[in-house]
């Protein structure tokens, strides 16, 4: 337990370099272009299929599922 308690305090340490960061929020964390990736295909595909789908409405037909 002692090894939890008596630990240095580095959180002055990190925030100081985290800020001094000169990218933008979203890319300073661990695995950003992962994550960003991840989420613009599912927005991409997402749109795309909600456009079909509203195109597909608009002109009066069934979805073909």
Known sequence: ???LVNRPNTIHAQQT???ADPRAV???VP???LYMGLF??????GTIGT???V???MRGK???L
Do not use: E, N, P
């Open 40 to 45: 613009m295909g599912l927005f991409t595909v």
């Open 26 to 28: 979203y890319q300073k």
């Open 31 to 33: 695995r950003a272009r």
């Open 17 to 19: 370099k985290f800020q």
């Open 51 to 53: 456009l079909h789908g």
């Open 1 to 3: 337990m002692d090894s």
């Open 55 to 57: 195109t597909l409405m």
């Open 62 to 64: 069934k979805s073909g």
